[in-house]
């Protein structure tokens, strides 16, 4: 689907909808109100005479019980403009070409989405959330950067060597839930979200690093376990309403990327996590708390089965090679949370807003 300068698309989820494979199937409570965010992506590149291309990722390609895209709008001087979807499915953005004739390159999308609290329900199955074997088998893959053979996998062995062998889904993840949160650590210098290189850290025992990290231990670990899984990556977009300074942003929100997790569990259906804030909170409220600490006990608790949602969903892809570059496979990056660009220089760095000169801001609207 082209955009055009000064395009505006209603109803995105049914304009850009998937089939089977990546609808949502949870069971949630239905109890909270939703809240309506505007997020703006603006990036400016000074490229006089040259070529440019831009990729933006865009809102979650469908729409959930948690979060929903009200409209997308796109501004700018770019020569064309297009949707592309990588081809998994699991991830689209916005592609920006300029053929040189300006001297500044300006681009800016607007999203209007609509989130509300996500909160698993554990205490009644539904016979009909399942995965078909398409599903399950795409959500259990391993992929470059999501290994489930070698040291993955014999330590997904270890883990479940604790578990009774009646032990289901949600009692697996869970004992899994608990390895990551108790042997991986949040470490401040990893630059941005950190690669989700899973084998690289446990070959080495080097389980520091950041959410894009941590949590892709959890999903390889889970998946080498045979519990489908996925990383969905996103940006916060509110402040915390729970008490957690570390676990919001608002205004300016161009550094608050964030990777989550999900599990799927037959009869619950997609299952909410996020270990890496976990270990967020004992590093940064205020500082260094133990893992018994009365907070860090709390957060534990809450974020096996449930998402505060003042952060937005982008995908859940892995392993993407941006359509068009001149890098081609040699550029391919490990997942799309960040803007990227190249010129003809070569590629821009996603992790440096300020030289690469784009901002992200977040505005509650109701």
């Known amino acids: 689907m082209p955009f055009t300068r000064r395009s505006f698309i209603k109803s995105t989820a049914s304009a850009l909808a998937l089939p089977s494979l990546y609808m949502a199937h949870s069971s949630f409570a239905q109890s909270s109100e939703w809240k309506t965010y505007e997020i703006t992506t603006a990036i400016k590149i000074d490229a006089s005479n040259q070529k440019v291309l831009a ?20 501004d700018g001087n770019a020569s064309r403009t297009s949707i592309f979807k990588t081809p998994t499915g699991d991830t689209q953005m916005l592609q920006a070409q300029w053929d040189g004739s300006d001297s500044t390159c300006n681009l800016s999308t607007t999203f209007v989405v609509t989130t509300r609290e ?26 470059e950067f999501l290994p489930t053979d ?9 883990i479940m060597q604790s578990l009774p062998k ?11 839930y608990n390895w990551v949160v108790e042997n991986t650590f949040r470490s401040p210098t990893t630059k941005g979200c950190g690669i989700g290189d899973v084998k690289f850290m ?21 998946r080498s376990a045979g519990i489908p899984a996925r990383d969905v990556y ?3 977009i509110n402040d915390s309403a729970r008490g957690y300074k570390s676990l919001g942003r608002s205004g300016d929100i161009s550094k608050a990327q964030h990777c989550r997790a999900e599990f799927f569990a037959n009869g619950y259906g997609w299952i909410a996590v996020d270990p ?14 133990t893992i018994n600490d009365p907070k860090v006990i709390a957060i534990r608790d809450y974020l096996f089965g449930n998402w505060e949602m003042n952060w937005m969903a982008y995908n859940y892809g892995h392993d993407i090679v941006l359509p068009n570059s001149a890098l081609g496979n040699k550029g391919k990056i490990n997942f799309l949370m960040y803007p990227q660009a190249e ?17 992200i801001s977040s505005k509650l609207l109701a």
């Open 150 to 158: 070698g040291i993955v996998l014999s330590t997904a062995k270890n």
């Open 55 to 74: 990729w933006l990722p865009l809102p979650l390609i469908t729409n959930t019980d948690y979060f929903k895209t009200l409209s997308i709008n796109t």
């Open 202 to 222: 446990l070959e080495t025992n080097n389980l520091g690093g950041k959410c894009a990290d941590i949590n892709a231990v959890f999903v390889a670990l889970a």
């Open 234 to 236: 996103g940006i916060r």
């Open 276 to 289: 890496a804030d976990v270990r967020k909170v004992i590093l940064e409220e205020p500082t260094n708390l």
């Open 166 to 176: 009646t032990a289901n889904e949600i009692e697996k993840a869970k004992a899994i």
């Open 343 to 359: 010129t003809k220089e070569g590629r821009l760095d996603s992790l440096d807003p300020a030289n690469f000169s784009y901002k």
């Open 118 to 143: 996500r909160n698993n329900v554990f205490n009644a199955a539904d016979k009909t959330l399942l995965l078909n074997k398409e599903e399950r088998k795409f959500w259990l893959r391993s992929t």
